[in-house]
């Protein structure tokens, strides 16, 4: 039996478990700095309107 | 002084993110070199033949499942005894890289298994020992995320993370206690390894770079949950606004 095959699904496997496991955070990152500019966005507008 | 600052969320985002990069070049320049000592010139085993070459990913995935584990319960304890929230965020942090090497180990340990005992899985203690891990990791995050209010789901989660540790011995001592088809203990710091060099060094550095893909991927973890957290208050926006 060749052992190629399991080998490359091991590190395959652990490419793309670890791979997400580093991306993940900077992606939810991306999405909550988005959220922060907008509140901020909608802050600034209505204290513009109220003044 | 420096444990006071390091409770101050501002400092802790700012001092971090300057030396985060620097973690991940490490982590890449020794796994390079490790991978490349382990896969291209190390030998095959005599008797496991090249799917020795799965252990350079196994053994320092299950070491960091262990270690990670252990990293988290104290953080928990701490964050219980002395409510420090950015050790809460990093217990909680923790469990997700936790998961994913566990999830590594446990992959990359059945597709060894394999070729050398002819079976992917058996109920073997080390083995769902290790799996029970996986579900403490997994519950962790789950209660983590089932509560709203943040730092009472942090104390929930910190106590469940705290007695689950009990694991830990158990995954340890599992292959001295039962009489199981995973093996011994190659590797001892005291008593010397059984391992050839040839193999123990490649393996000893993709354990060490996988210490620093950790810390590199905890603090930013941490940061980012730190953002979350304070949305509304007056640091994180003049954090943005440096960034513009």
């Known amino acids: 039996m060749s052992h190629l095959p399991f080998i490359w699904a091991a590190y395959s496997i652990g490419a793309v478990v670890l791979l997400w496991c580093a991306v993940a955070p900077l992606v939810h990152k991306k ?12 802050e600034e507008s209505s204290r513009d309107s109220n003044s | 002084m420096f444990i006071h600052k390091m409770g101050s969320p501002p400092w802790f985002y700012n001092f971090t993110g300057k030396f985060i990069p620097w973690l991940w070049l490490i982590f890449g ?11 291209i010139k190390g030998p095959a085993d005599y008797l496991q033949g090249e799917s020795v070459r799965i252990i350079y990913l196994h053994v320092p995935a299950a070491w960091m499942s262990m270690l990670i584990y252990m990293m988290m319960a104290i953080m928990a304890f701490i964050a219980l005894v002395w409510r420090i929230r950015i050790v809460e965020i990093l217990a ?5 890289i936790g998961a994913a090497f566990t999830i590594v180990t446990l992959t990359a340990g059945s597709l060894w298994g394999r070729p050398t005992w002819g079976t992917y899985w058996v109920w073997d203690a080390r083995l769902t020992s290790e799996l029970v891990l996986l579900f403490l990791y997994l ?3 789950g209660l983590y995320n089932a509560i709203d209010e943040p730092r009472k789901a942090a104390r929930a989660a910190c106590l469940l993370s705290l007695v689950g540790a009990v694991n830990l011995p158990i995954i340890h001592y599992s292959v001295k206690w039962w009489n199981t088809l995973h093996q011994g203990s190659s590797i001892s710091l005291l008593g010397g390894s059984s391992i050839d060099a040839s ?6 550095i993709v354990a060490v770079a996988a210490k620093f893909f950790y ?10 949950k ?12 003049e954090v943005l606004k440096e960034k513009n």
Request: aromatic share 6%; no cysteine; proline share 3%.
């Open chain 2, 226 to 237: 730190l953002l979350e957290q304070d949305m509304r208050k007056g640091w994180v926006r």
């Open chain 2, 29 to 39: 320049v020794l796994t390079v070199w490790g991978l490349y000592l382990g896969l």
């Open chain 2, 92 to 96: 909680m942090t923790s469990a997700p």
């Open chain 2, 139 to 141: 519950g962790v995050i």
């Open chain 2, 215 to 224: 810390a590199a991927n905890l603090l930013t973890r941490a940061r980012v």
């Open chain 2, 199 to 204: 193999m123990l060094w490649p393996m000893l």
């Open chain 1, 31 to 42: 999405s909550i700095t988005r959220d922060i500019r907008r509140l901020i966005q909608i």
